[in-house]
Every structure is written in structure tokens, then in C-alpha cells.
């Protein structure tokens, strides 16, 4: 089946600094997501890119999909504790809007 | 408040049983899914349904089954075949109109013992 990657797997970052998880695959990505889970709890959504080459902010947080949507990176600017957790993307891969999901980004921020 | 119940939250397996976990939602979705995550790793899908008394394989389907009776439940059942079954189990649903992403459970944490 489909294979999704992503780098890195772990970043240890200071608070302020920025983070960057890219997510890649070697076949087209439909309908890229991306997942927040907090440490011991469960993923929640986060946004859904559709076309090659958007661009999405939600406040620090930039999410942009490639020209040949076969990757996508997720932006943190000047991080703080609570982007804490592990950043999943995801791609709808064949029939009933099933998702497969990427190997995760662990984020941890420092004070 | 709509959402997905999963229970419990914690289970604990002998060698040989088989367990049931639980997966409600008053979401009125017509999507459910079941998905395995292991320490460190991402999820794999086990199972998903589209429809009542429908349901496929997912890419790791062996010694897992499901029921989907009705629209609200879609109970997993770890069978005594297999073989590693400690893990993380996640239910997800969504709307079968549009697809805005999955809403999860809170998860079950299986561990056998």
C-alpha cells in the first residue's frame, strides 16, 4: 500500500524557536491532513489541504501542500509548550475516504 | 455534546481471550474506522465500515473482527489469533458528505497479560 514518511521523526526545540515536519510520499497525495495528538491522548484534526501548492495558516501554524502533491510540511512559528504532542499528516488513499496515516513528527518545546 | 465514546479505556487480555472494545458515536455518521497505534509509531487501519452491516479490511486485519449493526456502534474484537495485540486502538468517524477529517475516541489501551 501507500507509504507516507515523514521528517523528522523527533525535534527538541526552545521555546520561540520555529519547527518544520515534512511529510512525503513517492505516489500523489489526495486530500492531505493533519493531526495533533497530545502525549496520551487521541489525534485531532487539524486542516485538510486539496490542491497542489496551497497554503493554509491557522494563527503560528502554516500548512502547505507541493506542486506535485506528493509531499507537505507543517510551519510552527515561536513555538511554545502547548504545540507539545506529535504531528501526524495523513492521505485519503483509495475508496470509503480511508486515510493513511504518516509516521508522526514528536514535537517537544523547552523552556 | 456530539462525539465517540470508547470504552474502556484500559483493558488488560489474558493469553487466549478474546476482548470486545467499544465504539459509540451520536455524531450521525455514516463512516466508522478502527485503527492500531503502537508506542512511537503512526496508525494502521484495521477495519472501517461505510455503511450498516457493511465493513472492510484494512491493511491489518488478521485476527481482529467487527460488527456494524447499527449506525451509531462499530465494536472491535481482539481475537485470541492474534498475536500481538498491546496497543492503542482509535475509532474514528466521519460524515459521509463531506470530509472535514476524522473525529476520534479517547482511545483503548489494550495490554496483555
Known sequence: GQQVMQIPQYQHVQEGEDFTTYCNSSTTLSNIQWYKQRPGGHPVFLIQLVKSGEVKKQKRLTFQSGEAKKNSSLHITATQTTDVGTYFCAAITGGGNKLTFGTGTQLKVEL | ?113
Open chain 2, 1 to 113: 455534546d456530539g462525539g465517540i465514546t470508547q470504552s474502556p479505556k484500559y483493558l488488560f487480555r489474558k493469553e487466549g481471550q478474546n476482548v470486545t472494545l467499544s465504539c459509540e458515536q451520536n455524531l450521525n455518521h455514516d463512516a466508522m474506522y478502527w485503527y492500531r497505534q503502537d508506542p512511537g509509531q503512526g496508525l494502521r487501519l484495521i477495519y472501517y465500515s461505510q455503511i450498516v452491516n457493511d465493513f472492510q479490511k484494512g491493511d491489518i486485519a488478521e485476527g481482529y473482527s467487527v460488527s456494524r449493526e447499527k449506525k451509531e456502534s462499530f465494536p472491535l474484537t481482539v481475537t485470541s489469533a492474534q498475536k500481538n495485540p498491546t496497543a492503542f486502538y482509535l475509532c474514528a468517524s466521519i460524515s459521509g458528505i463531506e470530509n472535514y477529517g476524522y473525529t476520534f475516541g479517547s482511545g483503548t489501551r489494550l495490554t496483555v497479560v
